[in-house]
């Protein structure tokens, strides 16, 4: 996946097959078509914090391959809108967290030239936002216009249920072997977030390779208890 001449690199675990898509099955079919290269000019992503915006972004890239472009603005923000400058070269532009630069003059003008450049050349953008095209805090008028003509989808957290299905979906997807009582006891100790989930599960996985131990509920306990 070819990328910005920066230390970006996406996660090993954000590709589609380790994403559960349930409530989002119209999205992800969605994006994959993207990613396949469809005749779709992009969309608009939204929906709360850690629900799966940066997993589904990098999703995209992963298998859009060289034709593709990962933007994450939480990261790159400081370095200024010069980063967006040839960008519109590639075929698929994937752009997270867009609401780290709404409201800042350059930016918005970086960002209009962009998706001028975009259409113009019948290319893909996809964006991820906290809010939709109209509730976000754009204060250039044309930027906001060409904003709204992207499809807008909301992303849909998922229930306590389809919580122990999404951590046992990304263990299968590490070959880790996440039974169904420590899952459950897992969502039970842990914040409900999936990225405070996910990153349990990583710790858990490390702790129990160094200690060639399996994920049972003693075994999570212990782990738990040792970090307080």
Not at 59 to 82: Q, T
Not at 109 to 128: E, K, W
Not at 172 to 190: Q, V
Request: some cysteine; glycine content about 8%.
């Amino acid at each position: 996946m070819s990328q910005l001449a920066l230390p970006l690199q996406l996660a090993d675990h954000a590709v589609f097959a380790s994403f559960l898509n349930s409530g989002n099955e119209t999205l992800v079919a969605t994006l994959t078509g993207i990613a396949t290269g469809d005749d779709n000019h992009g969309c608009w992503l939204w929906g709360a914090p850690a629900t799966g915006k940066t997993h589904l972004l990098q999703a995209v890239c992963e298998a859009a391959g060289d034709r593709s472009v990962y933007v994450p603005l939480s990261m790159l923000a400081a370095a200024g809108p010069e980063i967006l400058d040839g960008l519109a070269s590639r075929e698929l532009i994937c752009i997270d967290d867009i609401d780290c630069v709404m409201g800042q003059p350059a930016w918005e003008a970086a960002l209009f030239d962009l998706c001028n450049q975009v259409f113009d050349a019948g290319a893909q953008l996809i964006i991820s936002a906290d809010s939709t095209p109209r509730e976000s805090a754009t204060e250039l008028a044309d930027l906001g216009s060409r904003l709204a003509k992207l499809p807008v989808f909301q992303i849909h957290a998922l229930g306590e249920a389809e919580r122990v299905i999404a951590l046992q979906l990304r263990s299968r997807h590490r070959g880790l072997e996440l039974p169904d009582d420590t899952a459950k006891y897992l969502t039970k100790r842990s914040r409900r977030d999936m990225a405070s989930l996910y990153e349990l599960l990583d710790r858990l996985d490390r702790e129990a390779l160094r200690a060639k131990r399996r994920l049972t509920i003693p075994f999570v306990r212990g782990v738990l208890e040792s970090r307080g």
